[in-house]
């Protein structure tokens, strides 16, 4: 068996098969596409038949034991085989789209009279118009492509992935024809989905109750935390920012209620709006809504309903109308469930019953949250990387955002079914793949110009808050009305990067962000006096707002004699919204 002698092919030795005839001799190759799926070419196989077998093409024992696996379909050109588990030893095959053209590459095939294969040497030279790719015999090759070659994966070394299937070869010339991987992403669904799917890793944003499906590691959390919900009013879940509770309560603790229960997630921010989703939700208007129009609703579902409030540190204002309407009287079928930072735990304070400190997830819980989304996709990382992932988050619990957004990105940069070290390296790692992002926003902000780059600075400081007594920003939220040009400029690139979300209203993706931007937290420091003050000005503008423009909630003398600082020395860090408020107290 001719193991490659290139170190960086080593997937592709794992992905390799022998398809053997009816008298056990090589008819040509299939290639393992993903963990239970593989593909050759149609004419390798004979006619109506619905069973193949394989063996592993480059085995280290002399006589490999045959794999029998079912032909799934097969048309004019592709054969697909489905294995009930994957042939020992295998691995999927990395895969990527052609590149340039005029590019070497190597195949492995069976040759007459080369019963143990042999590795080929070509260039590919570009497309002809059936769409399928001509392939020349290397100068330097030994061999030429022929018909034991059919259903080989053609393998580009510089790219470190397999290119296309060989399909036919020249008898009158030495030359080969192969289906580029375009084309057997159009003919395979399941080729088709890894490239084009959605990623099953949410990068920065939480898990939500749309990912229960791979959302794995937190299956005891959930089970305990929608256990206590069942048993008590009020339950507060919290942890360090970054452990995962928005995840866990969304993707895991709501698919756990749902069966039973009617379930509104609202998420933390001002009074107005927090109420405005409850009623929106229940199917009533905020001046309909009641204890009793809950306590009803509560009553009409056979386990009650429950409402989840995430991320209390977020809140502005308190609140509001919605603590009367939630916590005055419990019914006893209505349950509530917060989501608090460990700083911000007091929020929640008047209202718990019971608290549940999210536990840092253990090595094997990590694996699973790693490896799991993937491999139910038929995909497989290389040998030692997740222990390697692990490893790079280092201990404690609040690593996990750094973690979902990098696997976002080595998803993003997959080689097909294959995430190898070397993907992991083009990502910068865990500990580098957020920062290089964000590095490459402001230096995008930079190419756009001075005022571009200004207008980051100020957009950076408009969307985060530091309420009273927090020992740690939080993200804010703001109007995209409120930007100025250069400011929404620089937003444009934050959302483009995935840094923000939102389109009218805007806020970080995750609070990583702030820790992450570099300087970013030495200067929310330096500005610590005018960021309290700002937002206790916004927290006053939206209670004003809130109330119905009352002028006996505009600023008042002291309030007017503190912002005037403000307004003279920095006019631009201010919101129109912000200076409207102050001059309607004048």
């Known amino acids: ?27 040509g190759v299939a290639f393992m596409a993903t963990t239970h799926i593989a593909l050759t070419c149609a004419h390798v196989l004979p006619p109506g038949v619905d069973e193949a077998v394989v063996v592993p093409a480059i085995a280290t024992e002399k006589n490999p034991e045959p794999v029998r696996c079912a032909v799934e379909r097969r048309d004019e050109d592709i054969a697909v085989l489905r294995f009930e588990a994957p042939p020992p030893g295998t691995a999927p095959v990395p895969l990527a789209y052609p590149g340039d ?30 769409g399928r790719v001509q392939i020349d015999k290397a100068p330097d090759g030994a061999y030429e492509i022929t018909g034991g070659f059919s259903g080989t994966p053609v393998w580009d070394a510089e790219r470190g992935a397999a290119v296309g299937m060989v399909a036919t070869h020249d008898t009158r010339a030495p030359a080969a024809f192969m289906i580029p991987l375009q084309q057997l992403c159009a003919e395979v669904s399941e080729i088709r989905d890894l490239f084009e799917q959605p990623s099953p890793f949410p990068g920065l944003a939480a898990f939500g109750e749309e990912d229960a499906g791979r959302f794995f590691g937190r299956r005891e959390a959930s089970e305990k935390i929608a256990e206590l919900v069942r048993a008590h009013p009020v339950v507060t879940v919290t942890g360090p920012s970054g452990c995962g509770k928005s995840s866990v309560v969304r993707a895991g603790v709501v698919p756990l209620l749902r069966p039973g229960h009617e379930v509104v997630v609202i998420d933390a921010g001002p009074a107005d709006r ?11 208007t905020v001046e309909q809504l009641t204890p009793e129009v809950i306590a009803r609703r509560a009553e009409e579902s056979a386990g009650g309903l429950v409402v989840v409030i995430d991320q209390l540190e ?46 840092a997830m253990t090595a094997g819980q990590l694996d699973a949250a790693i490896t799991e989304p993937f491999t139910a996709l038929g995909g497989r990382y290389a040998d030692g990387l997740v222990g390697r992932i692990r490893a790079e988050m280092g201990e404690g619990s609040d690593g996990l955002p750094l973690l979902a957004f ?11 079914a294959w995430i190898g070290h070397r993907t992991y390296e083009v990502v910068h790692g865990v500990r580098g793949a957020l920062v290089h992002q964000l590095e490459e926003a402001r230096a995008e902000c930079r190419r756009k110009g001075t005022d571009v780059e200004k207008g980051l600075e100020r957009l950076l400081l408009a969307l985060v808050r530091l309420p009273p007594g927090a ?5 804010a939220s703001v109007d995209r009305a409120e930007l100025d040009a250069h ?52 927290a006053d503008r939206e209670r004003w707002e809130a109330a119905g423009r009352p002028g006996d909630l505009l600023p008042g003398v002291t309030a007017l004699d503190r912002a005037a600082r403000w307004e003279r020395d920095r006019p631009a860090d201010l919101s129109p919204h912000d200076r409207d408020f102050l001059a309607r107290g004048r």
């Open 1 to 27: 068996m001719a193991r490659s002698a290139d170190a960086e092919a080593a997937p592709l030795d794992a992905a390799l098969l022998t398809v053997r005839g009816v008298d056990g001799r090589p008819v």
């Open 101 to 130: 053209w005029n590019r070497a590459v190597r195949a492995f095939g069976y040759p007459a009279r080369r019963p143990d294969g042999v590795w080929q040497k070509s260039v590919l030279r570009g497309l002809q118009s059936g």
């Open 274 to 284: 927090m109420t405005e989703h409850l009623a929106g939700a229940l199917g009533t």
């Open 314 to 359: 977020q809140l502005t204002s308190g609140m509001g109308a919605l603590g009367p309407l939630l916590f005055a009287d419990l019914p006893g079928k209505l349950r509530v469930l917060l989501t608090a930072r460990l700083d911000a735990v007091e929020k929640a304070a008047p209202w718990t019953r019971e608290l549940y400190l999210l536990p």
């Open 406 to 416: 990098t696997l976002k990105r080595l998803w993003e940069q997959k080689d097909g």
């Open 471 to 475: 020992t740690r920003p939080v993200r």
């Open 487 to 538: 400011q929404r400029a620089a937003a444009d690139v934050l959302i483009d990067a995935r840094l923000v979300v939102g389109r009218e209203r805007l806020e970080l993706a995750h609070e990583a962000v702030i820790d992450a931007w570099p300087g970013l937290g030495q200067r929310i420091q330096e500005d610590r006096d005018f960021l309290v003050r700002r937002d206790e000005l916004r």
